[in-house]
RNA sequence: GCCCGGGUGGCGGAACUGGUAGACGCUGUGGACUUAAAAUCCAUUGUCCUUUGGACGUGCGGGUUCGAUUCCCGCCCUGGGCACCA
C-alpha cells in the first residue's frame, strides 16, 4: 500500500464504486425498518457555502450510520430553485433566472459528489421544474375549492421610482435598496391561506413532537401566540359602529384611559377625511417598511382624533387616538390603554400628558408600586374599580367578563398571534398563481386540465416590474363560457410554498399525481437537518402543508418531521458567512487542496452541531494531519484479519487489556455520540484518543495481535460515516473483501470495559486534596478509611473531626470538618 | 422593542443527571531527525506563588448547596428570528 496518502485518488475511487454499485439507491422494502434522512434543500446560489457543507455531512453521517444499524435508509437531495436572488443575478449579469439558476444546479451538483454524500440523485428534485410546480398549482385550486384560501388587500413595501414591491430585505433605512427612494406602503389584493384555521391543531401538536429541540418548539409556541382575553366594544359617544378591540388584561378594564388605534384602521381613516393634520400623520405612518422590528423601535408618536367612546362599565368619555406603534394585522387594529398597568401604554401617556389611573395594587406587602417611574403590570388585587374593588386579577377577569357579556358590550375570546399566510409575490421568477381574472375583477381557478401554468424561462430580465406583465401570450387566457376575455395573473407564489412539501415529493417523484402510496412508506421524516434561522417559518408552513395535505388524503401522518436537529450558523469574524459581507470561506478551495474527507472531519469536529461554528483556517491542516497519521497507522498493519471467538480464552498483556477495553469503551462512548447525542466532535475526539492508544502500544504476541486489529478495523468502523473515502480504502486494505459500507455497525462489548480499579478524587471541604486508586468493588468503609489516611488530607482537616463523608460512587469522596 | 439561544485557557471546544474544570485538536515554546528547510516524532503549554505543594480561575453581581461551568435572582455583551432573504 501506498505509504502516502493521496485523498484526490482516494476520493475519485470511493466515489467511483459507490457509483458503479448504485449503492444508495433505495426502493420501498415493506417489513424493513426505514431510516428518511434529510436535510434542508439549498437554493442554487452559485456555490456552496460552509453552511451547506456543514449541513449535508451531519446529514451524510447519521445517514451513513443509520445504514450500518441496518435500516433501509433515504437521503435524497434537490433544489430550492426560485427565488429572489436569480432576478438580482438576472440584472446584474443580463441572463435569465432561469439560466442562471440551472447553471448553478449543475455547478452545485457537482459539489456534493465532490463531498461524497451518500444521496440517491434519481430522486432529485428542482422546484422551478413545472413537473414539480404543477402539483403545487393543483393544490392550491383544492384549496380555494375548500375555502382554505381566499383574496384580501394587504400591505407590501412600494418603491415608488423603480415601479415595484419590495422584499423587507429590500429596503434599507426606510429607502429601496437601488433608487434609494423613500418606499411607501401600498395596500393591495393578494391571496391568503388560512393557516389560522390550523393554528390551535399546530399549537397541540408540538407536545407531540419529542424529537424537536424545546427551544424551537417554545418559538413556535410563542409565535402562534395563543391568549385568552375579552373582544370589548367600546359605545361612541357620536353615531357609528361601537369600537371593538381585544385585551388579555380585563381586570385593567376600570384603568382605560385613552384608546390607540392603527394608522389604517377605518376610524382613522374616516376622521382624516376633515382633518388635515391627522392625514397627514396618516402619511408618515406610511412611509417606511412592514417589517415589525422596524415598527417596533420606531420613536412612539401619535394624535389625537377628536373623536371619544364610553367607557362600557363607567359611561365615562375616553378619547381615541391614532399611535404608529399599533398595527391593523393584529387582532381589531385597535387598543385600550391602560398606563398604570401597561409599560408602552405608560410611556405614550407620559408623552403626551394622558392621565394614569391605578386600579391593580400588589397583592403581597413587600412589592411596591412607582408610578412615577413605571409601569406596574404584574397581576395583584383590584383597587379604584368600583364593585370589583378587592377581587384579584384573576377574579376580576372573570367577573368583568360576565359583566360584559350580559350586556352585550364583550365576549371572551381566544386569540392567536399567528396571522394568515399571504402568499403572493409580485416577482417574475416563481411559480405561477393558478388563476385568471376576468375583466369584471372576478377571479376563476385554473381548471386542472390546464395545468401546469408554464413560468416562461426564456424572458429578458431588466428589473423593474415583474416581466410578465408585458407578456401577451402569457396574459391571454382565452375566453370564460361567456366568451369574455381572461387575464392570466401574473403573482408568483412564495417560495416558501414549494418547500413546505418537497420531503414528501422526494418519497415520490415522479408520481403520477402529487403524491402516491410510496410517501406512507417513507413518511414522517426520521431526521430533518438544518439552519436554527427556520426554526419558525419554513418550519411551521410545513407543519401546515404536511397537514393540508393529510386532509386532501395524500399522507396519513399528522406530523412531517419526527426530529429535528437545529444546526447552528457556520460565522467568521462574529458574522453569519454572507457574499453581502465578503466574509465567506469557499469550500471547493479546501476541498481541491485537502480533500473531502479533510473538510468532512473538521467540520465535524470543530463545534456540536446545534451551536454556532466560528470559523477558523487553522485546524483544517489538523484534521488533515489526523488523516495522514491515520493512514499510516491502518495501512501499516499488512497482515490477514483475525478472527477471534472466545476472548476469554486469550491470554492477553496488561497493555493489551487496556487497550481492548479503550476499543470498547470507544465503541460505546462513539455509538452514544453519533445516535443519541448527535455530538461528533466528542465522538471524533474519542477515536483520536484510541489512535493514540493504539499509537503507543507494541505487540508482543498472537493474543495482542488480535487486540491491535480489532482497534484497528474499529477506528475505521467508527470513523466511516465521517470521512467515508479514506474508509473505504483502508477498509480493502485491512484485507476485508466487502466494502466497509457494507459492513454492520460494531458492538461493544460489557466485558471488556470493565475496569478493576478506579481513581478516585479525595476533597475536604470540597477542594481537591488527593487521588486515591481503589479496586473497582472496593467497599465505602474501606474506601473512607484510606481516604482519611491519605498524609496531604489528614493535613488540611488539621485534627478535626470529619462531621460529614459524602462518597459519589465511581467519582469521588468529600470529608466535610467545620 | 418582542421571542429563542450563546458567553469556559492564546484559539475551537470537553466536562452528558449538581461531583476532580480545561478531554480532543489548533497555536506557541523547547528538543530529536536533517547540510538546511518542509514533513515527522518527543516534551511542554490557564494565571499567579520560591517550593514537595498551594492560591486564584468558567461574562459581571448576589443566592441555594458539603460541593455550582451546571440550579435560582438581577445585570452586561453577543448570535438567530420577527411574517416579502432563503
Known sequence: MDPHYHPQAVEAEAQEYWEANRSFQVSEEPGREKFYCLCMFPYPSGRLHMGHVRNYTIGDVISRYQRMCGRNVLQPMGWDAFGLPAENAAMKNNVAPAQWTRENIEYMRGQLRQLGFAYDWQREIATCDPDYYRWEQWFFTRLLEKGLVYRRESTVNWDPVDQTVLANEQVIDGRGWRSGALVEKRRIPQWFVRITAYAEELLQGLDDLPGWPAQVKTMQRNWIGKSRGVLVRFPRTDA??????????????????????????????AAAADNPELASFIDECNRGSTAEADLAVMEKKGLPLGISVRHPITDEEIPVWVANFVLMEYGTGAVMSVPAHDQRDWEFARAYGLPVRQVIAPATADATVDLDSGAYVDAGVLVNSGPFDGLDSAEAFDDIAAYLSERKLGDVQVNFRLRDWGVSRQRYWGAPIPVVHREDGTVLPVAEDDLPVVLPENIRYEGGANPLHSMTDFLNAGTDDAEQPLRRETDTFDTFMESSWY?????????????????????????????????????????????????????????????????????????????????????????????????RLFMMFAAPPEQTLEWSDSGVEGAHRFLRRLWKLVGSDELPPVSVTDWTALQLTGNATALRRKTHQTIAKVSDDVSRRYTFNTAIAAVMELCNEINRFKPTGEGDRAVLREALESVVLLLSPITPHICHRLWFSLGHEQAVIHERWPAADPAAMRESELRLAVQVNGKVRAQLQVPADAAEDAIKAAALADENVQRFLEGREPKKIILVPRKLVNIVVA
Open 240 to 269: 357609528g359602529e361601537p369600537l371593538e378591540i381585544f385585551t388579555t388584561r380585563p381586570d385593567t378594564l376600570m384603568g382605560v384611559t385613552y384608546m390607540a388605534l392603527a394608522a389604517q384602521h377605518p376610524m382613522v381613516e
Open 503 to 599: 420531503y414528501a415529493r422526494f418519497a415520490c417523484p415522479d408520481a403520477s399525481g402529487m403524491l402516491d402510496a410510496r410517501a406512507n412508506y417513507w413518511l414522517p421524516v426520521d431526521q430533518y437537518i438544518g439552519g436554527i434561522e427556520h426554526a419558525i417559518l419554513h418550519l411551521l408552513y410545513a407543519r401546515f402543508f404536511h397537514r393540508l395535505m393529510r386532509d386532501e388524503g395524500l399522507v396519513e401522518t399528522d406530523e412531517p418531521f419526527a426530529n429535528l436537529l437545529t444546526q447552528g450558523m457556520v460565522l467568521k469574524d462574529g458574522a453569519k458567512m454572507s457574499k453581502s459581507k465578503g466574509n465567506t470561506v469557499d469550500p471547493q478551495a479546501l476541498i481541491e487542496q485537502y480533500g473531502a474527507d479533510t473538510v
